[in-house]
């Protein structure tokens, strides 16, 4: 605590609590007058002027200077003045402007006056303290709970007001009427405007004023506006539409009152488009096909009501079609009318419009005509022509074409085409008739009489045309066979018995009569096809086909079911078989080819032995058959139990093996056993509760149900009532109330206190708690007994002191501008509300935190308010000091190279502490004043940060540059004509370097060139080429290779003379000379011009290659001949010779 604060300590001690002697006596000194205590200042001015009457009464000691501390946050005001001992008091004023937060209510400024006397006075300074209250009016905050509203629907009022303490209030809605209450109703739409009158110290009698808008809107009213669309408005609630145009519309509710949300409904279904639903205020449908449609619409207004619904009728068609039915063809005169007949259709015959009667007179001729009938139905969407026709003329019978007269068919040969004259009639049902399409035929299946009949015309105008066929033959059947193996001879039948057997297959002398011998057939034939053929007695035969299967039968099925009740599925996939027993566990079924079996419940062995001839093979599967759920009936061990108490249930029968079961006891508890474990129900409440127990059997086959009900009783429940809050302001009498139920007799009260227990069977109780010394926590307890037994209830009553002890703890107070500070509140005991005015801000809460003590050097007041639980507030002042911020910098290279030590040069003050960040990711350094450092990476710049840290308290800044380190140059080059080249030939040097921008080549030491890639000519020898590049003239590198290039003069010479005379010498014309690769082309020429060789693609220096004298293999005569040759040179240089060579022979 410092001297200032101490000061004000013992000032306001005196000004609060002095005795009157005490205040007689200060009357003496100097002090100090408030010309105004409390001032009220409206919402929103932040500054205030305030005045102080200083006095000093008649015979005070010479005054040399005074200070007034404003309790701002600002420097004292300190002024020097002269005012020496009189015998007249002396007076004057002082004025101060504070700057003012918002929302104050008794914002409180203890002003103290410091009086310093001169020296020969021998007396020390004096106090004078006085104290100023700030408060604006109240300002008021509104949310309503819903805006718009609906009439007749509440609307809360949700009011804060700034400041809140002592405020009284009410409210004009704005309809005529006003009061207190929250909540309102609006009997009348309109817009209306509210207005909350608020009232403290500062405004009785003349309330803030703040005006709140309210919007009450009517019930929504719906409204289908006119269709986009095929639509016609046929009465005013329907519509028509035509579905050929694909029954497309867009509905619109736009129209509707007072509308926010909209729902549609429509019967029968249709299809949304272009994402619309059935939420849009005009969605766009398709009727997804004819009918009448019911398109139904409401709309919900802003407050969530919903509108009365409307209809509209919507009638969706699409073109009518008429229908006509085809007459029979007339051979008499007759009158014609459409069946069905329309009378709003239109006909046509023949092109001409029939009467409105619909008849017409169709007379008959020697010439039969064909008479077309067309006719159109028209409606909104339009018409389609539907025409019919027939034939009028005389009766006349049709010629049978083929067969043109009775024949007679062998039977199973080619079915018959029919054909007639005319086509307009039918043929009569006959066995063998065949309708292929609008084709007729005749099928020589079976032998027998077939007549048949084509008939024309119906009634009178019937003629008829027949024909009989005649079907011979014999009908033949073959059997097919199965044979093992072993056997020799397989016996062939079949009907009727004397035919003859034969075979496709290629097996000679296999088949004598009806005997196929086995041993005949070759390994692979193990399917052998049989024809039988029978000759009839009129000469037509019949044939019929079989097969034997000669090897070892195969037994082979698949099996799925099932169900006891029900029969199972078989499929017998066995091949060389012709016979088969089935049995089911051990015991024979079936012995047909797929037979039908009905398994009993549970694993079942079903067995297939498969025979041909002697032979016979077995397969057996398993199959488990489920059985039908049989019901269970359940029983509970007590149907009416106190909770919680466990209930067992009894199920009748036993387990079936297959079928799951499943528990629902009612309570959120399953089970799956088919006898549970006992079950406990809790019941909650303050009723008798009912669960309903469910069993469930199920399995693929079937399944069941059975219930049993169980009724759970509710424990006593004991509850208290408290008719006030729970924490209270003493003295207080306390109202409870016994809010039990399951109960009977007496109920026992404790009130925690220091009274004894009360018991009573009165429904509500009164009890006085004391004032106590500190907060106290009080335990009421209702004790009561019921048919379940006891139950209790606790509520804690806590009784609250008058006054709080102000304590408090800060983090720091000496601390580096811009740290936050932690404020926390240890009063005691814990006060409602606590507030802490810190630099001219308002804070509250019991912990706090503020960063916003910025300026360096700067001691900072700090006032800690409490307001305790049951009213009244207590202050307390603390200061925060924060320290000066360390300053610094340091040179640094601009620009360096990876792995290059680097020094970053400290100008900073040495009495301070340093880390060094070097933004590379290497380890903090904070041992070294001014470090070195070398990057490892390049092609980055990298933030170095040096942190300054101060001393004694440890703030900090920090100070950064960029070090740019460039990436170092990779020296890499390749040469474009490695090895042995001509003097005459460029030396290509090809830069591969890595990040270069120069470079500087050199052969045998000696700099030849400064470009990227140059190219250069070299004298006769060996050299070593040097590549140094640098990446802009910093981050060097160079390579070395040695011996890479070689040069030579590549000397060309030929022969002047050559003798082509067979003897191994002089034999041939070439070219000699080193370093020479190829000779690309030679060429000789006549001394007249003519080409007499050419040669290409020639090794040099071979006596054996070139140009042998001749021409076309005839050998040229002596002389001299001109030759042009273009040879390459090692390195890739071409070069081109001509002269003059002598042949000699």
Not at 660 to 673: H, I, L, P, V
Not at 735 to 743: E, K, P, Y
């Amino acid at each position: 605590m410092n001297a200032t604060t101490t000061r004000l300590l013992i000032a306001l001690t005196l000004l609060l609590f002095g005795s009157c002697a005490a205040w007689a006596q200060q009357q003496l000194e100097i002090n100090i007058k408030v010309v105004q205590q409390r001032f009220c200042v409206p919402q929103g001015v932040k500054k205030a002027k305030a005045s102080i009457q200083i006095n000093v009464p008649a015979g005070n000691c010479d005054v040399e200077q005074m200070e007034i501390d404003w309790n701002d946050n600002l420097p004292a005001e300190k002024f020097s003045v002269v005012i020496p001992r009189s015998t007249k008091d002396t007076s004057f004023i002082k004025d101060h402007e504070y700057d003012l937060p918002d929302c104050m209510y008794d914002k409180r400024y203890t002003i103290l006056l410091t009086s310093t006397f001169k020296a020969a006075c021998n007396k020390s300074p004096n106090l004078a303290p006085g104290i100023i209250l700030f408060t604006n009016p109240p300002k008021a905050t509104v949310q309503l709970n819903r805006n718009p509203a609906c009439v007749n629907q509440e609307v809360t009022f949700g009011v804060d007001f700034c400041p809140a303490k002592d405020v009284t209030y009410s409210i004009d809605y704005g309809d005529g009427k006003s009061g207190k209450e929250l909540t309102h109703t609006y009997d009348k739409i309109g817009s209306y405007t509210a207005t909350i009158l608020a009232s403290n110290v500062c405004n009785v009698g003349a309330p803030t004023r703040t005006p709140v808008p309210v919007s009450i809107i009517d019930q929504a009213v719906a409204k289908i506006g006119p269709d986009s669309g095929r639509v016609v408005a046929v009465r005013l609630d329907s519509s028509f539409i035509c579905f050929d145009g694909g029954g497309i519309i867009r509905l619109d509710g736009i129209g509707s009152i007072n509308a926010r949300d909209y729902e549609w409904t429509i019967t029968p279904a249709v299809e949304y488009l272009e994402k619309t639903n059935y939420n849009s205020p005009n969605p766009k449908i398709r009727f997804v096909k004819p009918g009448n449609y019911v398109v139904t619409l409401r709309v919900k207004n802003a407050c969530g009501q919903w509108s009365v619904p409307v209809t509209c009728k919507h009638i969706v068609e699409d073109i009518p079609v008429l229908k006509l039915s085809t007459p029979a063809p007339a051979c008499t005169d007759f009158t014609y009318r459409p069946v069905p007949f329309d009378k709003t259709a239109t006909y046509t015959i023949n092109g001409k419009l029939l009467p409105a009667s619909g008849d017409t007179l169709l007379k008959v001729t020697n010439t039969p005509y064909v008479v077309v009938v067309e006719g159109r139905l028209n409606n909104l969407c339009g018409n389609v022509p539907t025409s019919v026709s027939f034939t009028v003329g005389s009766a006349q019978a049709a010629r049978i074409l083929s067969p043109g007269r009775d024949t007679t068919l062998c039977a199973n040969t080619a079915d018959l085409p029919l054909l007639t004259d005319f086509t307009d009639g039918k043929w009569d049902p006959a066995d063998g008739l065949v309708q292929r399409g609008t084709a007729y035929f005749f099928s020589p299946k079976t032998t027998g009489t077939f007549p048949l009949r084509y008939q024309r015309g119906v009634g009178a105008c019937q003629r008829s045309s027949t024909v009989t066929i005649n079907v011979t033959g014999v009908a033949v059947t073959a059997d097919s066979k199965a044979a093992c193996q072993s056997e020799t001879v397989v016996k062939l039948t079949g009907t009727p018995a004397g035919g003859l057997w034969s075979t496709s297959a290629n097996c000679p002398s296999c088949i004598r009569n009806d005997s196929l011998f086995l041993s005949r057939l070759l390994p692979t034939q193990t399917t052998l096809p049989l024809i039988y053929t029978v000759q009839g007695s009129s000469g037509c035969s019949a044939t019929a086909t079989a097969t034997v299967t000669v090897g070892q039968p195969v037994a082979s099925f698949s099996i799925s079911g099932g169900c006891s009740d029900k029969n199972v599925s078989v499929v017998n996939t066995s091949t060389g078989a012709s016979a088969f027993r089935w049995l089911v566990n051990g015991a024979e079924v079936a012995t047909t080819a797929t037979p039908t079996l009905k398994l009993p419940a549970g694993s079942a062995q079903v067995t297939l032995i498969a025979n041909a001839g002697s032979c016979s093979a077995t397969t057996t599967k398993t199959l488990t058959t489920l059985p039908v759920p049989e019901k269970a009936i359940l029983t509970p061990s007590s149907q009416t139990v106190c909770s919680p108490l466990p209930i067992t249930f009894a199920v009748s029968g036993t387990a079936q093996s297959g079928v799951s079961y499943n528990w629902d006891f009612g309570n959120q508890t399953k089970s799956t056993a088919y006898q549970p474990g006992p079950q406990t129900f809790v019941n909650t409440s303050r009723q008798p509760q009912d669960y309903m127990v469910r069993l469930e059997g199920i399995n693929a086959c079937g399944s069941f149900t059975s219930t049993a009900a169980v009724t759970i009783l509710p424990n006593a429940k004991a509850e208290i009532g408290v008719n006030s809050s729970t924490v209270l302001c003493p003295p207080t009498s306390l109202t409870f109330s016994n809010r039990s139920t399951g109960f009977q007799g007496n109920a026992t009260w404790t009130f925690g206190d220091s009274n004894t227990a009360v018991v009573s069977l009165a429904a509500v109780l009164t009890h006085e708690y004391a004032s106590p010394t500190s907060k106290q926590v009080y335990l009421v307890r209702l004790d009561i007994n019921g048919t379940c037994g006891p139950s209790s209830d606790t509520v804690r009553i806590t009784v609250l002191p008058n006054s709080v002890t102000v304590l408090s703890e800060i983090s720091r107070t000496t601390i580096c501008p811009g740290e936050t500070v932690r404020f926390k509140d240890s009063s005691t005991p814990k006060p409602a509300r606590v507030q802490w005015a810190i630099n001219g801000n308002l804070l509250d809460g019991p912990i706090v935190d503020y960063a916003g003590f910025s300026q360096p050097g700067t001691t900072y007041k700090i006032t800690q308010t409490v307001y305790p639980e049951c009213g009244g507030y207590m202050a307390k002042d603390l200061t925060i000091k924060t320290d000066t911020i360390p300053t610094g910098n340091f040179s640094y290279p601009a620009v360096a190279c990876p792995g290059e030590t680097v020094t970053l040069r400290n100008l900073s003050n040495q009495a301070y502490r340093f880390r060094w960040n070097f933004g590379d990711g290497s380890p903090i350094d904070s041992t070294y004043f001014s470090p070195t450092h070398a990057f490892a990476a390049g092609g980055n710049a990298y933030p170095v940060t040096m942190t300054i840290v101060g001393f004694p308290i440890a703030c900090t800044s920090a100070v950064s540059h960029s070090v740019n380190v460039r990436e170092r140059a990779k020296a890499v080059f390749s040469l474009a004509n490695n090895g042995l080249v001509c003097s005459d030939t460029l030396v290509s040097l090809l830069d591969q370097s890595q990040r270069a921008t120069t470079w500087q080549w050199y052969a045998n030491t000696v700099l030849v060139s400064t470009a990227q890639n140059p190219q250069i000519r070299l004298r006769q020898g060996a050299y070593d080429i040097k590549l140094r590049v640098s990446n802009n003239g910093i981050c060097p590198d160079s390579v070395l290779r040695q011996d890479v290039v070689r040069v030579d003069t590549c000397a060309l010479y030929t022969a002047n003379v050559f003798t082509p005379d067979g003897n191994n010498t002089s034999d041939f014309f070439n070219v000699y000379g080193s370093n020479v690769t190829m000779v690309r082309e030679l060429r000789v020429f006549s001394r007249w011009g003519s080409e007499v060789y050419v040669g290409r693609d020639l090794r040099p220096n071979r006596q054996t290659e070139g140009w042998d004298g001749q021409q076309n293999g005839q050998a040229l005569p002596p002389g001299n001949y001109v030759y042009e040759v273009l040879v390459e040179f090692i390195g890739g240089t071409v070069r081109k010779q001509r002269g003059v060579v002598t042949l000699l022979r």
